[in-house]
């Protein structure tokens, strides 16, 4: 059973980055997809950036198009997610997970980790 650990989560002005990251242990990401998602407050959990196994195919929300690069390293067994530009209704729980079904839907994507607090401030 792999076990995903996100960090590099912080506080952050408007206008600030932040790198993500989300190691995997018990066995490699490699073949599986990888979703990035996030949580603010009182509200549902939202797509944020997936990326395929091979790291070729990446799919991003129109809310972070543009300033966010989902990447992966299946030698580091690690996902990361850029985070440029941030601004203050970027402020979530990150979480990133794998993709183990047929569609992108969430329910299709398992081993969540605990997640990692973003907060950015204007």
């Known amino acids: 059973q792999v076990q995903l650990v996100e960090s590099g989560g912080g506080l952050v002005q408007a206008g600030g980055s932040l790198r993500l990251s989300c190691s995997a242990s018990?066995?490699?990401?490699?073949?599986?997809?990888v979703g990035w998602f996030r949580q603010a407050p009182g509200k549902e959990r939202e797509f944020v950036a997936r990326?395929?196994?091979?790291?070729?195919?990446?799919v991003y929300a129109d809310s972070v198009k543009g300033r966010f690069t989902i990447s992966r390293d299946n030698v580091k067994n690690t996902v990361y997610l850029q985070m440029n530009s941030l601004k203050p209704e970027d402020t979530a729980i990150y979480y990133c997970?794998?993709?183990?079904?047929?569609?992108?839907?969430?329910?299709?994507?398992?081993?969540w980790g605990q997640g990692t607090q973003v907060t950015v401030s204007s």
């Open positions: 997970a794998e993709h183990y079904g047929s569609t992108w839907s969430i329910r299709d994507f398992g081993s």
């Open positions: 018990g066995r490699t990401f490699g073949t599986y997809g």
């Open positions: 990326i395929s196994w091979s790291g070729v195919s990446t």
